[in-house]
């Protein structure tokens, strides 16, 4: 009995021992749908022996979720919401991480013409003006946000975007995205996530590389100041990892048909 207890102990001794650290990060929902979640966070449990729980969610959410403590890390890609959450004491700091692009997709007869467009600015007119349907995803997301803005430079305001053929589907990208097939309507999507999604059905890619449509992921650490009880050294021990060329060489390495779905370009500010 007395040997029986003692391997017992052990092995739960052991079992403590090999138990690996958690840390919770926020991320948004192009991160997960892009299949990028897929490709890092194992190699970071094997590189760290570390466990990264996601919440995946637009960015306002999950800035709310940082403004809150109820993770330790987010990584987003709004930089004005982000600095505003770094001016409130919310966050330590902001890392760039990687970079790609948001891309207009739409039907493939394309009854707006938005594959003639000069800019960004004026697809968008030329969609509004023939007020066909778009699918917005309409959820305070760093994509909605950037829509939002792109439709205040062109001069095509909230009261001017009716609902008969402006829709928002209050949801991630992948639904946002599902929602526009099945509607065949136009939609503003993050790269990767539209390289990644595969019920296309008539969507084809129309309209990209304005340089206002640059897509910039960021990690920003919640400050343990406002929340004591997160784990700052985790998080910091994850950015180290982010910034590093091993990460570089998994972010660059990730291809989907031959195409690059994200772009590595650390940088610390």
Request: proline share 3%; no cysteine; hydrophobic share 45%.
């Amino acid at each position: 009995m007395k040997k029986q207890a003692i391997f017992a102990i052990a092995a739960l001794t052991m079992g403590t021992v090999l138990q690996a650290e958690e840390m919770k990060m926020a991320v948004t929902t192009s991160f997960q749908n892009s299949g990028l979640s897929d490709v890092l966070l194992p190699e970071i449990k094997a590189d760290l022996d570390l466990d990264v729980q996601l919440l995946v969610v637009g960015t306002g959410q999950a800035i709310r979720l940082g403004e809150a403590g109820d993770v330790d890390a987010i990584l987003v890609h709004s930089r004005k919401a982000e600095e505003a959450f770094i001016a409130g004491g919310n966050g330590t700091h902001r890392t760039e991480i990687m970079y790609n692009d948001f891309v207009l997709i739409g039907p493939g007869d394309d009854p707006a013409g938005v594959a003639s467009a000069g800019s960004a600015a004026e697809a968008l007119t030329l969609i509004a003006e023939a007020r066909v349907p778009f699918a917005s995803r309409g959820d305070d997301s760093g994509t909605h946000k950037k829509e939002l803005s792109l439709w205040e430079a062109a001069g095509v305001g909230e009261s001017a975007r009716d609902v008969s053929w402006y829709k928002e589907a209050g949801s991630g990208m992948g639904a946002t995205l599902n929602t526009a097939s099945g509607m065949n309507a136009y939609i503003m999507s993050d790269r990767a996530s539209w390289l990644k999604f595969g019920n296309k059905g008539d969507l084809k890619l129309l309209f990209a590389g304005d340089p206002v449509l640059f897509n910039q992921y960021a990690y920003l650490p919640v400050n343990p100041e406002a929340h004591p009880h997160v784990k700052a050294d985790l998080a910091a021990k994850l950015e180290d990892w982010l910034i590093s060329d091993r990460a570089g060489a998994l972010i660059d390495g990730y291809t989907l048909n031959g195409e690059t779905l994200f772009t590595f370009n650390a940088k610390q500010e």
